[in-house]
């Protein structure tokens, strides 16, 4: 199963009540919740809450912030405005809470592989940790009340990140796409909506959180996924005889064990072959974890993060390849 789901995600949509929602906020107002939502985990005395650090976001160095996004740790649009904004965060940045982005909380769980049930358990026990000290704003018919009329109900939001270079080939994916609409999910980018997928990654999503329980919304995107888990495993089967395909990958992985240079587009290509041969038992000598990290490792802001410079664009391509050729190579 791991061979076609990366990652799963689970996130919770929360406001507290008898505060305006984050755009109608006064910076006194937003500093209150802030301290609240802090309060409220950090007082709780849960083992749970001694994971979390506490990063004001108009303290947070713009690098460390984008490469949080291209982790999926954070939203693009929670850094896009520093201001009145706070975010909790796990040591191991699978666990966050953003703090007035559209809503006053966006909690989030990320788990490897096909793990929704697990995922919504730990977001379930925050979700009431929370709660038991802030009182969320609920209607009985409404259910959570959200800033945004598309998030009303459960305000949960579940996906996974499958990788699909088979359906990608056969041109499946807008077919695909269209039916899922009319199941009440959809499938982008790996960072959501209005992103291009790169390296074959795909974001599999929940639309609706409205007269729908989050056990359900699960049942079903697990439903789902598992449908689309056989299509890429039977395709697969067939794309990986064609003599192109095996070629391909046998150049994309000589290419990352030699490259000097290599740009972020190209690198996410590359993995994806390679990752591909791993599956197909095309590649032994390399393991899938991995190719996964590298995937996260190789984007623009998250290297240079973890080089601790700010880089050029061509720094970045030489020192991608430098990377990758230390973790592949022969």
């Known amino acids: 199963m791991s061979n076609v789901v990366v990652s799963t995600r689970v996130r919770l949509a929360r406001n507290i009540k008898g505060y ?6 006064t910076e006194q107002g937003g500093e209150k919740v802030i301290a609240a939502v802090k309060s409220a985990l950090k007082e709780s005395n849960s083992p749970i809450a001694e994971e979390f650090g506490f990063i004001k976001l108009s303290e947070l160095d713009e690098l460390r912030g984008i490469s949080l996004v291209e982790k999926r740790a954070v939203s693009p649009e929670f850094i ?7 975010l909790l965060l796990s ?10 982005e559209e809503d006053h909380i966006r909690l989030q769980v990320i788990k490897k592989g096909l793990a929704l049930e697990e995922a919504y358990d730990i977001a379930d026990k925050l979700d009431t940790l929370l709660d038991e000290r802030l009182d969320f704003a609920f209607d009985e018919k409404l259910g959570y009340l959200t800033q945004c009329p598309t998030n009303l109900g459960t305000g949960m939001r579940a996906s996974v990140m499958l990788h699909l270079p088979a359906l990608e080939k056969s041109r499946a994916i807008g077919r695909i796409a269209g039916s899922l609409s009319k199941l009440g999910l959809t499938i982008r980018g790996a960072h ?8 074959a990654l795909y974001q599999l999503s929940n639309q609706v959180t409205l007269g729908i329980s989050e056990q359900a919304a699960i ?10 888990v056989s299509q890429e495993e039977q395709a697969r089967e067939r794309l990986c005889t064609d003599i192109g395909v095996r070629d391909a990958i046998s150049r994309s992985m000589g290419i990352l064990r030699s490259a000097l240079i290599i740009s972020h587009d190209e690198a996410l290509k590359l993995l994806s ?7 197909a038992g ?9 190719v996964d990290e590298l995937m996260t490792a190789v984007e623009p802001a998250t290297l240079s993060v973890s080089l ?3 880089l050029t664009a061509a720094q970045r391509d030489e020192e991608r390849a430098k990377l990758i050729r230390e973790r592949i190579g022969q």
Do not use: H, W, Y
Not at 91 to 100: A, H, L, W
């Open 91 to 100: 040591g191991d940045e699978t666990m966050s809470i953003m703090i007035n």
């Open 282 to 290: 095309l590649i032994t000598d390399v393991k899938e974890e991995v």
């Open 192 to 199: 959501g909506e209005g992103t291009e997928p790169k390296g």
């Open 308 to 310: 601790g410079k700010s």
């Open 80 to 86: 896009s405005d520093r201001r009145g904004r706070a």
């Open 20 to 25: 305006p929602f984050p755009c109608k906020l």
């Open 273 to 279: 072959n390679v990752r591909l041969g791993i599956e």
């Open 219 to 228: 049942e079903n995107l697990k439903n789902i996924t598992l449908q689309l």
